[in-house]
Protein backbone atom coordinates (compact mmCIF):
# COMPACT_ATOMS: atom_id res chain seq x y z
CA UNK A 1 0.00 0.00 0.00
CA UNK A 2 1.35 3.09 -1.16
CA UNK A 3 -0.03 6.34 1.31
CA UNK A 4 -0.19 9.21 -1.01
CA UNK A 5 0.82 12.80 0.75
CA UNK A 6 1.12 16.21 -1.05
CA UNK A 7 3.35 18.59 -0.42
CA UNK A 8 3.66 22.78 -0.86
CA UNK A 9 6.59 24.49 -2.25
CA UNK A 10 5.27 27.93 -0.90
CA UNK A 11 6.71 30.83 -2.64
CA UNK A 12 7.12 34.39 -1.50
CA UNK A 13 9.49 37.08 -2.56
CA UNK A 14 11.53 34.85 -3.74
CA UNK A 15 12.04 32.59 -0.83
CA UNK A 16 9.88 29.33 -0.37
CA UNK A 17 8.45 27.82 3.15
CA UNK A 18 10.09 25.21 4.65
CA UNK A 19 9.04 23.29 8.21
CA UNK A 20 10.83 21.32 10.55
CA UNK A 21 8.96 17.98 11.36
CA UNK A 22 8.75 17.73 15.63
CA UNK A 23 10.23 15.30 18.00
CA UNK A 24 7.07 13.04 18.07
CA UNK A 25 6.61 12.76 14.24
CA UNK A 26 7.90 10.05 12.14
CA UNK A 27 10.59 11.16 10.03
CA UNK A 28 11.32 13.32 13.63
CA UNK A 29 13.33 16.77 13.46
CA UNK A 30 13.84 16.57 9.69
CA UNK A 31 12.99 19.29 7.14
CA UNK A 32 10.02 19.09 4.63
CA UNK A 33 7.52 21.07 2.22
CA UNK A 34 4.47 20.88 4.72
CA UNK A 35 1.00 18.88 3.52
CA UNK A 36 -0.08 15.64 4.19
CA UNK A 37 -2.08 12.41 3.76
CA UNK A 38 -4.66 12.15 1.13
CA UNK A 39 -8.05 11.46 2.63
CA UNK A 40 -10.16 9.02 0.54
CA UNK A 41 -11.89 10.59 -1.80
CA UNK A 42 -10.20 13.99 -1.56
CA UNK A 43 -7.83 15.53 -4.30
CA UNK A 44 -4.87 16.02 -4.09
CA UNK A 45 -5.67 19.85 -4.38
CA UNK A 46 -8.37 20.24 -1.98
CA UNK A 47 -5.76 17.58 0.36
CA UNK A 48 -2.98 20.39 -0.08
CA UNK A 49 -5.14 23.46 0.39
CA UNK A 50 -6.63 21.59 3.93
CA UNK A 51 -3.28 20.42 5.34
CA UNK A 52 -1.76 23.97 4.32
CA UNK A 53 -4.85 25.37 6.23
CA UNK A 54 -4.24 23.24 9.48
CA UNK A 55 -0.91 22.47 9.82
CA UNK A 56 0.32 26.92 9.35
CA UNK A 57 -3.18 29.24 8.97
CA UNK A 58 -2.19 30.04 5.39
CA UNK A 59 -3.96 30.36 2.52
CA UNK A 60 -3.05 28.77 -0.88
CA UNK A 61 -3.22 28.27 -4.18
CA UNK A 62 -1.41 24.98 -5.75
CA UNK A 63 -0.60 26.22 -9.39
CA UNK A 64 2.04 23.57 -10.44
CA UNK A 65 1.98 19.91 -9.83
CA UNK A 66 5.74 18.86 -10.04
CA UNK A 67 7.53 15.10 -10.10
CA UNK A 68 5.73 12.90 -7.21
CA UNK A 69 9.07 10.66 -5.95
CA UNK A 70 7.62 7.09 -4.51
CA UNK A 71 10.02 6.66 -0.72
CA UNK A 72 10.30 3.68 1.28
CA UNK A 73 10.83 4.03 4.68
CA UNK A 74 11.01 1.46 7.93
CA UNK A 75 6.71 1.28 8.35
CA UNK A 76 5.54 2.44 5.06
CA UNK A 77 6.17 3.59 1.16
CA UNK A 78 5.06 7.18 0.44
CA UNK A 79 4.33 8.81 -2.56
CA UNK A 80 5.03 12.48 -2.14
CA UNK A 81 3.42 14.95 -4.69
CA UNK A 82 4.90 18.52 -5.00
CA UNK A 83 2.77 21.19 -6.44
CA UNK A 84 4.22 24.75 -6.56
CA UNK A 85 2.15 26.99 -4.46
CA UNK A 86 0.93 30.96 -4.39
CA UNK A 87 0.46 32.55 -1.22
CA UNK A 88 -2.67 34.26 -0.84
CA UNK A 89 -2.58 35.26 3.18
CA UNK A 90 -2.87 34.41 6.48
CA UNK A 91 0.08 34.82 9.34
CA UNK A 92 1.53 31.74 10.30
CA UNK A 93 0.42 29.26 13.31
CA UNK A 94 2.42 26.23 14.06
CA UNK A 95 -0.11 23.01 15.14
CA UNK A 96 2.29 20.22 14.56
CA UNK A 97 5.70 21.51 13.30
CA UNK A 98 8.93 22.50 15.27
CA UNK A 99 9.74 25.21 13.24
CA UNK A 100 9.74 27.06 9.73
CA UNK A 101 12.30 29.20 7.56
CA UNK A 102 11.67 31.16 4.70
CA UNK A 103 14.46 30.08 2.51
CA UNK A 104 16.65 31.60 -0.33
CA UNK A 105 16.38 29.01 -3.47
CA UNK A 106 20.54 28.86 -2.99
CA UNK A 107 20.37 27.56 0.93
CA UNK A 108 17.92 24.67 0.43
CA UNK A 109 20.51 22.09 0.08
CA UNK A 110 21.86 23.28 3.67
CA UNK A 111 18.53 21.55 5.06
CA UNK A 112 18.63 18.30 6.58
CA UNK A 113 15.48 16.85 4.55
CA UNK A 114 13.31 14.11 4.56
CA UNK A 115 14.92 11.27 2.04
CA UNK A 116 11.86 11.71 -0.45
CA UNK A 117 12.26 16.03 -0.69
CA UNK A 118 15.73 15.81 -2.04
CA UNK A 119 14.74 15.22 -5.60
CA UNK A 120 12.15 18.00 -5.20
CA UNK A 121 14.46 20.27 -4.18
CA UNK A 122 16.86 19.38 -7.31
CA UNK A 123 13.73 19.73 -9.46
CA UNK A 124 12.65 23.21 -7.70
CA UNK A 125 16.45 24.29 -8.32
CA UNK A 126 16.51 23.27 -11.89
CA UNK A 127 13.18 25.12 -12.71
CA UNK A 128 14.40 28.52 -11.16
CA UNK A 129 17.44 28.10 -13.23
CA UNK A 130 15.32 27.99 -16.28
CA UNK A 131 12.94 30.39 -15.65
CA UNK A 132 16.35 32.50 -14.74
CA UNK A 133 17.83 31.61 -18.19
N1 LIG B 1 3.95 16.47 4.70
C1 LIG B 1 5.09 15.97 4.26
N2 LIG B 1 5.41 14.69 4.58
C2 LIG B 1 6.56 14.22 4.11
C3 LIG B 1 7.44 15.00 3.32
N3 LIG B 1 8.52 14.24 3.01
C4 LIG B 1 8.36 13.04 3.58
O1 LIG B 1 9.13 12.10 3.53
N4 LIG B 1 7.15 13.02 4.26
C5 LIG B 1 6.66 11.86 5.00
C6 LIG B 1 6.62 12.06 6.46
C7 LIG B 1 5.47 11.16 6.90
O2 LIG B 1 6.00 9.85 7.05
C8 LIG B 1 4.54 11.22 5.72
C9 LIG B 1 3.50 12.30 5.83
O3 LIG B 1 2.60 12.00 6.71
P1 LIG B 1 2.06 13.08 7.74
O4 LIG B 1 2.89 14.31 7.75
O5 LIG B 1 0.61 13.16 7.56
O6 LIG B 1 2.50 12.27 8.96
P2 LIG B 1 1.71 11.87 10.22
O7 LIG B 1 2.39 12.59 11.31
O8 LIG B 1 0.24 11.99 10.04
O9 LIG B 1 2.12 10.34 10.15
P3 LIG B 1 1.44 9.08 10.79
O10 LIG B 1 1.87 9.09 12.22
O11 LIG B 1 -0.06 9.23 10.58
O12 LIG B 1 2.04 7.95 9.98
O13 LIG B 1 5.33 11.57 4.60
C10 LIG B 1 7.09 16.33 3.00
O14 LIG B 1 7.80 17.07 2.32
N5 LIG B 1 5.91 16.76 3.49
Not at 15 to 33: I, K
Not at 37 to 53: H, M, P, S, W, Y
Not at 81 to 106: A, D
Request: proline content about 6%; some cysteine; aromatic content about 8%.
Amino acid sequence: MITKVTCALIEQYGRVLVTQRSETMPQAMLWEFPGGKVEDGETEIACLIREIQEELNLRITPVQRLTPVVQKYDDKTIELIPFLCQYNGGTIKLTEHRSYHWVMPQDLTNYDWCPADIPIVQEFLELINEQRT
